[in-house]
């Protein structure tokens, strides 16, 4: 994860955690390093609001293409995202000021139309509140 430096032992998340449950970008966490020095969340400090959604694309003409149909079909909504293709993984920035309905429609009409599968990485109570349909 990279994090920018804030106050004393907090750090602010600076890009999507692809593994990391419970936390997205712009997330202020405390930290503590370890023997080597390195650096373990203890705890959330402030919450930023964003959601991470994480994505595994079915099909699409191969694995660089479908994660990019992913990416293509959530940015008119304002949704960033990373590939990582070790995984065939795509994980997206879902900010708060996003169309929370719009989004969780399209994650569910994904995962029904059989494009891909999903998993709720860090949602907001606004997130659980969206109908997505």
């Known amino acids: 994860m990279w994090a920018n430096r804030r106050d ?3 750090v602010e998340l600076n890009n999507i955690p692809f593994f990391a449950r419970g936390f997205s970008s712009g997330d202020v ?4 390093a370890d023997d080597e020095g ?3 969340v203890e705890e959330a400090v402030k919450w930023s609001g964003n959601c991470t959604i994480r994505i595994v694309p079915i099909g699409g003409g191969g694995e660089v ?3 990019q149909a ?3 079909a959530f940015a008119p909504l304002g949704v960033e995202g990373e590939g990582l293709a070790r995984f065939n993984l795509v994980a997206l920035h879902v900010p708060a000021g996003a169309d929370l309905h719009a989004v969780k429609r ?3 009409l994904g995962e029904e139309d ?3 599968h999903y998993e709720e990485g860090c949602i907001t109570d606004e997130w659980r509140a969206a109908t997505g349909r």
């Open 8 to 10: 004393g032992d907090c």
């Open 29 to 32: 966490v405390r930290v503590a």
């Open 38 to 40: 390195v650096l373990w």
């Open 65 to 67: 293409a479908a994660r």
């Open 70 to 72: 992913v990416l293509d």
């Open 106 to 108: 399209l994650v569910i």
């Open 114 to 116: 059989g494009r891909w």
